[in-house]
């Protein structure tokens, strides 16, 4: 569903990514794991076309998608989440799950559309564990509702490719519990391509079939979850030592 191909970033004289391949399939939960300065957000942004890159090709459903916009992505089934709370603080949690859905509107039949979003959005609060909060105020919530309301709304008009960036920091175990059991809900039932980064290797380890590490702005390993965290390269540079 969607692909990088020898992804190269430059910032100056810094390479921040170098050739950087790798894939997620439709229905399939990747996890994007490494230490602190590897290239993850800014793969991230390359992705979401936030940045482009300085070499390589990106493909959606096999059409390159390089030069789209992050809009052009978002239209056609792209969805990501932040480190940093992107929240539409002064709207309701419902108000921004329908601002999500407001961009296919249109004059023509407005009052069923309004029904359906609103249909969506209720359906997706529930999901999500929100309903209760659905007319409290998006800033005020404490860190982990806060996040939970970010993926319900990168998820109100459904994705087809959902790029999480560490949507469990903050959570409590049992919203973590939560998120996992939407996250593979979408892979299962809506075939939506998951890529996550995550610092919570266990979360990580749990949730994704398959993980890609990155070092220094370079794949150093990928495989499956166990795979992965036996390989000793990945100890040494990132899980420090451990199994």
């Known amino acids: 569903m969607l692909e990088a191909r020898d992804v190269g970033v430059r910032f100056g004289g ?17 996890g994007l794991i490494g230490p602190n300065g590897a290239g993850k ?20 459903d096999g059409a390159d998608i390089t030069r789209r916009s992050p809009v052009w992505r978002a239209r ?13 603080g002064q709207l309701s949690v419902a108000d921004n799950l329908l601002v999500a859905q407001e961009w296919r509107g ?18 997706v609060l529930a999901d999500c564990g929100l309903d209760a909060l659905a007319a409290a105020y998006a800033g005020g919530l404490p860190v982990g509702r806060a996040r939970m309301v970010e993926l319900a709304r990168a998820v109100a ?3 087809r490719v959902l790029l999480l960036d560490e949507p469990a920091s903050g959570m ?16 299962r039932e809506e075939g939506c391509a998951v890529l996550l980064v995550e610092h919570n290797v266990a979360f990580v380890m749990e949730l994704c079939a398959r993980v890609v590490v990155l070092d220094l702005g370079t794949v ?17 540079a990132y899980l420090g030592g451990a199994a």
């Not at 056609?76 to 539409?88: I, K, V, W």
């Not at 407005?110 to 029904?115: A, G, L, P, S, Y």
């Open 14 to 30: 810094v390479r921040a990514l170098t050739d950087v391949s790798l894939g997620v399939r439709p229905g399939e939960i990747c």
């Open 41 to 60: 957000t800014t793969l991230f942004d390359v992705l979401s076309g936030i940045r482009r890159p300085d070499q390589g090709r990106l493909l959606l």
């Open 76 to 88: 056609h089934g792209m969805r990501r989440t932040f480190q940093r709370q992107q929240l539409f």
């Open 106 to 123: 249109g004059l023509r039949g407005r009052r069923h559309q309004e029904r359906v979003r609103r249909e969506r959005a209720g359906q």
């Open 157 to 159: 008009d459904p994705p």
């Open 172 to 187: 409590s175990a049992t919203e973590r519990a939560q998120l996992a059991a939407v996250v593979r809900r979408l892979a």
């Open 220 to 236: 150093l390993a990928e495989g499956a979850a166990a795979d992965v965290r036996a390989n000793p390269l990945v100890r040494e």
